[in-house]
């Protein structure tokens, strides 16, 4: 069965701390990424890697940088926490390429950050 | 450019009867089109998935989707509804030869007793 962790479900930070998020999977999956989740604006793409130590903004990198040392391993950084970084953070993994196409995502369970 | 509507953001039905949840998608290319369910306080889990095959696609909990090229639409119907059903529901394109996906913003199914 396939697996995307997470390491924290519910996080709780003050304004100007660093938080680091990590997602982990176990599938061999090239792709990583990063959406963070608002009501009412879907899910918008933070960072994506395709590979060990690459990596690409997505549409809304502000605020974030991203780390893959191996593999499996995905991490998002918060280098300062604020207030409108409060959201749920979305992991996800594909592979990089498929016969036919539709290379599918699969999802984290997900973080909701709270920052106060 | 590549886009995602989902025509209803919200969604009621009552238990035993159809569900129908609406997708149009405008893509430049052969998409492929996906469906995810997301239950309150989880990550997303694919339900089907569309890749240029079988324009009638089959998913799992009884779920089902048409592409339908000439309307460049891919409804998800059920044809009765679970109270386990009730969640929110994205579709979901990929652009070719990218690794973008565009998501819909989202319908929340409510499915009455």
């Known amino acids: 069965d396939v697996k995307v962790t997470q390491s924290s479900r519910y996080l709780v930070k003050r304004t100007g701390e660093k938080v680091f998020l990590e997602c982990v999977q176990d599938?061999?999956?090239?792709?990583m990424f990063w959406y963070r989740q608002d009501p009412g604006l879907g899910l918008r793409l933070i960072y994506f890697s395709y590979d060990v130590k690459m990596k690409e903004k997505g549409d809304i990198p502000e605020g974030y940088s991203v780390s893959r040392e191996k593999k499996e391993r995905f991490s998002l950084i918060l280098e300062s926490a604020s207030t409108n970084q409060t959201s749920m953070y979305l992991c996800?993994?594909?592979?990089?390429?498929?016969?036919?196409?539709?290379?599918?995502?699969?999802f984290g369970p997900g973080t909701r950050l709270l920052v106060l | 450019a590549q886009s995602v509507t989902q025509l209803d953001s919200h969604v009621s039905v009552s238990e035993g009867t159809p569900v129908l949840l609406r997708c149009n998608y405008s893509?430049?290319?052969?998409?492929?089109l996906f469906w995810y369910v997301q239950h309150p306080n989880k990550g997303l889990q694919l339900l089907l998935k569309y890749t240029s095959a079988a324009t009638l696609v089959k998913g799992i909990n009884g779920f089902e989707a048409e592409f339908k090229k000439s309307e460049t639409s891919f409804h998800l119907t059920k044809p009765s509804a679970h109270m386990s059903d009730a969640a929110e529901y994205f579709c979901?394109?990929?652009?070719?030869?990218?690794?973008?996906?565009?998501f819909g913003t989202g319908t929340r199914l409510k499915v009455l007793a």
């Open positions: 996800a993994s594909s592979f990089l390429f498929r016969q036919g196409g539709g290379e599918t995502q699969y």
């Open positions: 979901v394109v990929k652009v070719a030869g990218t690794y973008k996906y565009i």
């Open positions: 893509s430049s290319y052969s998409p492929s």
């Open positions: 599938m061999d999956h090239e792709n």
